[in-house]
């Protein structure tokens, strides 16, 4: 069974900076592609960064240059960085784990004030 722990998140004001971890349990997570999304209110949950096994990467348009996902294997967890944060990145984060057999975190919330 795995699970996914999120932290870091809180109130920040604009332009500011924060950083997501995500903790994962169980013997799978190098192997897996990880990623952080979010969900602002009454809008869809989006992805925000992914990252493979391989440490590729991928960004939503809307955080490039200003957020930077990672992973720590032995660590087993994944990060987000953002940066030069503002109000449109206010949003429950949350941590996913896999393409097919997915798995996802409890959620983090993410305050911006401008």
């Known amino acids: 069974q795995v699970q996914l722990v999120e932290s870091g998140g809180g109130l920040v004001q604009a332009g500011g900076s924060l950083r997501l971890s995500c903790a994962a349990s169980?013997?799978?997570?190098?192997?897996?592609?990880m990623g952080w999304y979010r969900q602002a209110p009454g809008k869809q949950r989006e992805l925000v960064a992914s990252?493979?096994?391989?440490?590729?990467?991928n960004y939503a348009d809307s955080v490039k240059g200003r957020f930077t996902i990672s992973r720590d294997n032995a660590k087993k967890t994944v990060y987000l960085q953002m940066n030069s944060l503002n109000a449109e990145d206010t949003a429950v984060y949350y941590c996913?784990?896999?393409?097919?057999?997915?798995?996802w975190g409890q959620g983090t919330q993410v305050t911006v004030s401008s």
């Open positions: 169980g013997s799978i997570f190098e192997f897996k592609t």
């Open positions: 996913r784990m896999g393409r097919v057999t997915i798995y």
């Open positions: 990252i493979t096994s391989r440490s590729d990467t």
